[in-house]
């Protein structure tokens, strides 16, 4: 299993009929290049259960397979909020109009 060390972002229902939740599935973004104020990161989304917390905190299987990937260029990370980073990771994967 390898530690993920960037950002999660989790898909869960929670239903209001049946009060239970259920994962969806999970897009995790981590930066592949870039440190100053520009930045590119690299977008995979995982169909449900493939991620898991264990400890303090997420853990990827060895053998789980995203079912798309997509990259974020040129990001402008000092100056934009991580919400516009989730945005853009999101329309890449092809989520979203």
Do not use: Q
């Not at 994962?23 to 989304?45: E, H, K, M």
Request: aromatic share 8%.
């Amino acid at each position: 299993m390898g530690d993920i060390r960037m950002i999660v972002v989790k898909i869960e229902l929670f239903s209001a009929i049946t009060g239970k939740e259920k994962d969806l599935g999970t897009v995790v973004i981590d930066n592949i290049a870039g440190t100053g104020s520009l930045a590119d990161y690299r977008c995979r989304a995982y169909p449900k259960g493939a991620i898991g917390r264990v400890g303090g905190g997420w853990k990827l299987p060895a053998n789980a397979k995203p079912h798309r990937i997509a990259y974020v260029y040129g990001h402008a990370r000092l100056k934009e909020p991580v919400g516009n980073l989730v945005a853009k990771a999101f329309k890449e994967l092809g989520y979203g109009s």
